[in-house]
């Protein structure tokens, strides 16, 4: 078995600072799947930018998705749908 060697103190600082973007990073990114989904965003929709399906739903849950109001739009039949979506285009 290889002996342990230490790091260096700049290699250290150096991967230290990566992890550091990548934590970052990733918080941005659930932050912005979760926005998306609660601006009224299809799960299937955010999916296609490269995210899993459950990856997309469990970062939504981590940031107060759905709403009522999203729960409200998934449970309303397709005429519901157009009846809003016309209301909304004519004030």
Do not use: C
């Not at 103190?9 to 550091?20: F, H, M, P, T, V």
């Not at 918080?27 to 912005?32: N, S, V």
């Not at 981590?62 to 519901?80: I, K, Y």
């Amino acid at each position: 078995m290889p002996d342990a060697r230490p790091i260096g103190g700049e290699d250290a600082d150096a991967i230290r600072s990566a992890l550091a973007g990548v934590l970052a990073a990733q918080d941005d990114l659930e932050r912005a799947v979760a926005q998306a989904l609660l601006n009224g965003a299809s799960v299937r929709a955010v999916s296609e930018l490269g995210v899993s399906p459950n990856t997309v739903q469990k970062y939504g849950r981590a940031h107060g998705w759905p709403t009522d109001a999203n729960r409200a739009r998934f449970n309303e039949s397709r005429w519901d749908r157009y009846g809003r979506e016309a209301d909304e285009r004519n004030g």
